[in-house]
């Protein structure tokens, strides 16, 4: 155990930046110390909060000399917003932070060594570049320092984002950095409207309530923009009165949905919706194709770093036009479409009944007609086509000639890695959102593949997440 006890004060050097976003620094013991917002290069004092076996926690009392890699934060709640970690780092080292991520991931979590990993692709746009926010509800206001010092602060009323650790607590802010200034307005709007009105909050202590989520979706490519209000139950009186003031006040607003959850569950979802006014659902244009995007729809939240990656696993993929693509984990579709007129033809699995039938509805859509979409579980799905795939060595094969992957940050289960080893094909494309799974998989698909490319891509600034996409050839 290092010679450091709760409560101590000491300086330190920070020298690396951990997963979480904290800081991370040694004593002279060599004990590791995580602080959070610091950067690497800044000489701290902190105070020790919490020792482990292997680290210790401590807080920011003060910096002593700031790292040449910060910047100042645009957003006024950095450092109690969980959102934007990164924030207080310049964009550039970000990138160089993230590369690193990936290189950890395939060296010390794949095994693999010597591989060539390309600079990260930066993010075209570094603030207002999502096209979805989600904003809770709750009757649990979280006080900052300068809430608890105002004694006319509403506490009883928030909407903002969740606090991590705490399930009812929630920040209220009044503008957000990543979506556009038109969400913001809606978000005031949203809150000052509804409290006006004495609404109640959903609490899942009491199983009632009114207000649950608000959900801004904004097309980047199109004109469209959807609010998605999520209430405990229905309520036209007020929706309908709340409906006029959203056309009055921002008429950019071009469909209002209001969805009703009575789920316990503090998911953003709802069990059904009623259009209130527009077509109850956006379009966003990725390259040549318009996708369809309902309330409850998933769609890649940087439109315009979409296309950068649908670009990168087209360009990595090297795709002909005779090549029969299966396309696990397809989700709406948006991959398997964006490829279409490169190959012969793609077949979608997704789990998500209503990924699929909006993956269906986004190929007439766009008059694709060489992708079809089944719903099935991925696994299920690899175990009963392995079975009866006749292996490549017998000279006769079979579809699939590539198989895409772009599996939940959790990736494959090691029975889909042994179907697919199982069917050969001749190469695979892995898309991730977390290079640690990516890399664990990867280590087991490495018995018959060699990766021969590999391209990290930014979609989220100012978070420590990164899209890796991967080109395995089959030995």
Same mark, same amino acid.
């Given at each position: 155990? !290092?010679?450091?006890?709760?409560?101590?004060?000491?300086?330190?050097?920070?020298?690396?930046?951990?997963?979480?976003? $904290?800081?991370?620094?040694?004593?002279?013991?060599?004990?590791?110390?995580?602080?959070?917002?610091?950067? !690497?290069?800044?000489?701290?004092?902190?105070?020790?909060?919490?020792?482990?076996?292997?680290?210790?926690?401590?807080?920011?009392?003060?910096?002593?000399?700031?790292?040449?890699?910060?910047?100042?934060?645009?957003?006024?709640?950095?450092?109690?917003?969980?959102?934007?970690?990164?924030?207080?780092?310049?964009?550039?080292?970000?990138?160089?932070?993230?590369?690193?991520?990936?290189?950890?991931?395939?060296?010390?979590?794949?095994?693999?060594?010597?591989?060539?990993?390309?600079? %990260?692709?930066?993010?075209?746009?570094?603030?207002?570049?999502?096209?979805?926010?989600?904003?809770?509800?709750?009757?649990?206001?979280?006080?900052?320092?300068?809430?608890?010092?105002?004694?006319?602060?509403n506490n009883n009323f928030a909407l903002g984002f969740?606090? !991590?650790?705490?399930?009812?607590?929630?920040?209220?802010?009044?503008?957000?950095?990543?979506?556009?200034?038109?969400?913001?307005?809606?978000?005031?709007?949203?809150?000052?409207?509804?409290?006006?009105?004495?609404?109640?909050?959903?609490?899942?202590?009491?199983?009632?309530?009114?207000?649950?989520?608000?959900?801004?979706?904004?097309?980047?490519?199109?004109?469209?923009?959807?609010?998605?209000?999520?209430?405990?139950?229905?309520?036209?009186?007020?929706?309908?009165?709340?409906?006029?003031?959203?056309?009055?006040?921002?008429?950019?607003?071009?469909?209002?949905?209001?969805?009703?959850?009575?789920?316990?569950?503090?998911?953003?979802?709802?069990d059904y919706s009623n259009t209130i006014f527009g077509?109850?659902?956006?379009?966003?244009?990725?390259?040549?194709?318009?996708?369809?995007?309902?309330?409850?729809?998933?769609?890649?939240?940087?439109?315009?770093?979409?296309?950068?990656?649908?670009?990168?696993?087209?360009?990595?993929?090297?795709?002909? $036009?005779?090549?029969?693509?299966?396309?696990?984990?397809?989700?709406?579709?948006?991959?398997?479409?964006?490829?279409?007129?490169?190959? $012969?033809?793609?077949?979608?699995?997704?789990?998500?009944?209503?990924?699929?039938?909006?993956?269906?509805?986004?190929?007439?859509?766009?008059?694709?007609?060489?992708?079809?979409?089944?719903?099935?579980?991925?696994?299920?799905?690899?175990?009963?086509?392995?079975?009866?795939?006749?292996?490549?060595?017998?000279?006769?094969?079979?579809?699939?000639?590539?198989?895409?992957?772009?599996?939940?940050?959790?990736?494959?289960?090691?029975?889909?890695?042994?179907?697919?080893?199982?069917?050969?094909?001749?190469?695979?494309?892995? %898309?991730?959102?977390?290079?640690?799974?990516?890399?664990?998989?990867?280590?087991?698909?490495?018995?018959?593949?060699?990766?021969?490319?590999?391209?990290? %891509?930014?979609?989220? !600034?100012?978070?420590?997440?990164?899209?890796?996409?991967?080109?395995?050839?089959?030995?």
């Amino acid at each position: 155990m !290092p010679k450091l006890l709760k409560d101590d004060i000491l300086e330190i050097d920070i020298v690396d930046l951990g997963a979480e976003g $904290k800081g991370i620094g040694r004593t002279k013991d060599d004990f590791v110390v995580f602080v959070k917002n610091t950067v !690497p290069g800044d000489k701290a004092r902190i105070k020790v909060k919490k020792i482990k076996k292997n680290y210790a926690e401590a807080n920011l009392l003060d910096i002593i000399t700031s790292s040449a890699l910060r910047t100042k934060p645009l957003c006024r709640y950095f450092g109690t917003c969980n959102g934007c970690r990164m924030q207080n780092i310049d964009y550039k080292h970000q990138l160089e932070l993230k590369h690193k991520t990936v290189q950890n991931a395939f060296e010390r979590i794949g095994g693999f060594s010597n591989i060539e990993i390309p600079p %990260v692709i930066g993010s075209q746009n570094v603030y207002f570049y999502r096209n979805k926010l989600e904003f809770s509800f709750s009757n649990y206001r979280w006080l900052t320092e300068d809430d608890i010092n105002n004694t006319n602060s509403n506490n009883n009323f928030a909407l903002g984002f969740h606090m !991590p650790g705490f399930i009812d607590k929630v920040l209220d802010i009044n503008e957000c950095c990543l979506q556009s200034e038109t969400s913001n307005k809606i978000l005031n709007l949203t809150r000052e409207f509804f409290k006006s009105k004495g609404e109640t909050v959903y609490t899942t202590k009491t199983h009632s309530g009114y207000l649950r989520y608000l959900i801004i979706r904004q097309s980047a490519g199109t004109p469209g923009l959807m609010v998605n209000l999520i209430t405990y139950t229905e309520n036209k009186n007020i929706i309908n009165e709340y409906s006029a003031l959203l056309k009055k006040e921002i008429p950019e607003v071009t469909t209002f949905n209001n969805s009703i959850s009575a789920a316990r569950a503090q998911v953003a979802q709802g069990d059904y919706s009623n259009t209130i006014f527009g077509e109850g659902c956006i379009k966003e244009k990725i390259g040549d194709y318009e996708f369809k995007i309902t309330p409850s729809s998933f769609f890649q939240t940087n439109s315009l770093q979409a296309k950068t990656l649908f670009d990168t696993v087209n360009q990595l993929g090297g795709f002909g $036009k005779d090549e029969n693509v299966l396309d696990l984990y397809c989700g709406a579709g948006a991959i398997s479409i964006y490829i279409s007129d490169r190959v $012969k033809n793609v077949l979608g699995i997704e789990m998500n009944e209503e990924s699929i039938e909006m993956a269906k509805e986004n190929a007439g859509l766009n008059n694709v007609e060489n992708c079809e979409f089944i719903s099935s579980d991925v696994k299920e799905y690899l175990l009963n086509l392995s079975s009866t795939v006749i292996p490549a060595k017998a000279g006769i094969r079979n579809p699939p000639d590539t198989i895409i992957l772009d599996p939940p940050r959790s990736g494959i289960h090691p029975k889909a890695a042994e179907c697919i080893l199982k069917l050969e094909p001749e190469k695979i494309i892995y %898309v991730s959102c977390n290079p640690a799974t990516q890399a664990r998989d990867i280590k087991l698909l490495a018995e018959k593949y060699n990766i021969t490319a590999m391209q990290p %891509v930014d979609m989220f !600034p100012h978070t420590f997440h990164i899209e890796n996409v991967v080109r395995l050839d089959r030995k």
